[in-house]
Antibody
Framework: EVQLVESGGGVVRPGGSLRLSCAAS????????MSWVRQVPGKGLEWVSG????????GYVDSVKGRFTISRDNAKNSLYLQMNSLRAEDTALYHC????????????WGQGTLVTVSS | QTVVTQEPSFSVSPGGTVTLTCGLS?????????PSWYQQTPGQAPRTLIY???TRSSGVPDRFSGSILGNKAALTITGAQADDESDYYC??????????FGGGTKLTVL
């Protein structure tokens, strides 16, 4: 059974940093690209960042470029999101999601970890 | 910046048919955007319904179908049921490893 379990969320002050992790199991992790998708409670989904199977290609939404860094450790079946210079508008539930076999969708999602940026 | 548009809300009667759409603020949606659709109920992670325009994800009933209608991607629910009442999101692949979600449609079945 495919499982994605996020961790690392919490409360941080504006300008602070957090590192999110996503532990993957139930599939061959390095066969798949992965993404982070966030959702402000009560609002819509926003794709934040993605990474290909070997970490050689990454992408970011404009609002986080230069502040967030996505990475993966295939030996540990883990995905990460290093978030620096956090802003109030980064407050959201952060899901990790697996890229589907089509290469263009998200077929499995974690339940998310909540990041709150507040002074 | 690219904006993906969806109807904020829609209502359908039980047993009825509804078509939700996914457009672009500038330009037309085509299969080259590989539109996919997700269903989300409160407190739950999204569930994949449709990918690559019109391919149903495993276990999704065939009353859910995807297509391109005019210049938009479309999700059609035929024979709506009470438990279809959810939020529905589309996402478009923009190329270069970038995706953009629509704002979501809140579907009410009543």
């Amino acid at each position: 059974e495919v499982q994605l379990v996020e961790s690392g969320g919490g409360v941080v002050r504006p300008g602070g940093s957090l590192r999110l992790s996503c532990a993957a199991s139930g599939f061959t992790f390095d066969d798949y690209g992965m993404s982070w998708v966030r959702q402000v409670p009560g609002k819509g989904l926003e794709w934040v960042s993605g990474i290909n199977w070997n970490g050689g290609s990454t992408g970011y939404v404009d609002s986080v470029k230069g502040r967030f860094t996505i990475s993966r450790d295939n030996a540990k079946n883990s995905l990460y999101l290093q978030m620096n210079s956090l802003r109030a508008e980064d407050t959201a539930l952060y899901h990790c999601a697996r890229t589907g076999n089509s290469g263009y969708d998200f077929d499995y999602w974690g339940q998310g970890t909540l990041v709150t940026v507040s002074s | 910046q690219t904006v993906v548009t969806q109807e904020p809300s829609f209502s359908v009667s039980p047993g009825g048919t509804v078509t939700l759409t996914c457009g672009l603020s500038s330009g037309s949606v085509s299969t080259t955007y590989y539109p996919s659709w997700y269903q989300q109920t409160p407190g739950q992670a999204p569930r994949t319904l449709i990918y690559s325009t019109n391919t149903r994800s495993s276990g999704v009933p065939d009353r859910f179908s995807g297509s391109i209608l005019g210049n938009k991607a479309a999700l059609t629910i035929t024979g709506a049921q009470a438990d279809d009442e959810s939020d529905y999101y589309c996402v478009l692949y923009m190329g270069s490893g970038i995706w953009v979600f629509g704002g979501g449609t809140k579907l009410t079945v009543l």
